[in-house]
């Protein structure tokens, strides 16, 4: 019979899978956007504003990778920012 602490690892281990696995599918996104589509959209509509408005919500995503990759995990109490999920979903529209 699983025990409190078998299903918090089980749980912590399942929630730091799909925190990975949303932070390397965020990194190849930011940096195809980065490096292939947004160059070439940048020329195609002449509107820097708006493609340099792109850029600061990939540092945005960049910055909520890099913290979540820097923690200590699995932790007790560890738990992902919020901001993390609603970037993630921004994202995935």
């Known amino acids: ?47 820097a504003d708006l493609m340099d408005e792109a850029l600061v919500e990939h540092a945005g995503a960049k910055d909520l990778v890099a913290q979540l990759e820097r923690r200590r995990r699995p932790q007790r109490g560890w738990s992902v920012p919020h901001s993390f999920f609603c970037f993630a979903t921004k994202i995935a529209e």
């Not at 996104?29 to 195609?44: D, M, Q």
């Open 1 to 47: 019979m699983p025990t409190d602490t078998n299903r918090t690892a089980s749980g912590t281990h399942a929630q730091n899978a799909i925190v990975d696995q949303i932070c390397n599918e965020l990194k190849v996104h930011t940096e195809l956007g980065e490096e292939i589509f947004y160059p070439a959209v940048r020329k195609a509509i002449e509107d």
